[in-house]
């Protein structure tokens, strides 16, 4: 049985060939004022468009979940195991090529951001022990936490949310499916 160590799954009707990267310059870069975003509320409206990705995922590692909040959908959701020994990495932005391609907004990099989780010393318990790094890949937008801060970087080792362009990211440790009950609110919980 050949284990995969990355899913993804493009979301909100777009496909790779739809965007021909012919808008590279950074004009007309928006913020979104992040008052304005409930991060709880887009995850709990749209669970159930990215739950049952995250509960087939069984491997340790990080799900990025990317919402459209602009259009209100699930553009995709990628998933990246965590390996022993080694690292292992995504991309995520408006080129085709980008491991999460997300077309819905112009004002995001060809690459945004990568997805760096680090090498697991064992296999431990689903969803213990892995940490990762978002870092932005010197973008015009950056990304910002949910109190407006513009970063370049985070390191966690639990769940994140981060906003860019018209995009809130939610990053979540894998490998637990029980983490993801039918209840968005208990998941809420669960995953905050």
């Known amino acids: 049985m050949s284990k995969k160590s990355r899913v993804v799954a493009l979301l909100g009707g777009q496909e790779r060939d739809q965007d021909h990267n012919l808008n590279t310059r950074g004009l007309g870069v928006r913020r979104p004022d992040l008052k304005s975003i409930n991060f709880r509320f887009l995850f709990e409206y749209h669970y159930p468009a990215f739950r049952d990705h995250l509960r087939q995922f069984k491997q340790p590692g990080v799900a990025v979940v990317a919402i459209d909040f602009a259009n209100q959908r699930v553009d995709g959701v990628a998933c990246v195991a965590a390996r022993i020994g080694q690292p292992n ?23 945004q951001m990568a997805v760096l989780v680090e090498p697991l010393s064992e296999l431990g318990r689903p969803g213990r022990g892995v940490s990762y790094r978002v870092v932005d ?34 990053f979540f440790l894998t490998g637990d499916p029980s983490a993801w009950p039918e209840s968005a609110t208990l998941a809420w919980s669960f995953n905050r």
């Open 137 to 170: 890949l010197r973008s015009s937008l950056g990304f910002q936490t949910e109190e407006g801060k513009i970063l370049s970087g985070i390191r966690s080792v639990g769940p994140a949310f981060v906003a860019a362009g018209n995009y809130g990211f939610f």
């Open 89 to 111: 990495a995504i991309i995520v932005g408006r080129h085709s090529e980008a491991d999460l391609f997300l077309a819905g907004d112009s004002t995001l990099s060809l690459r």
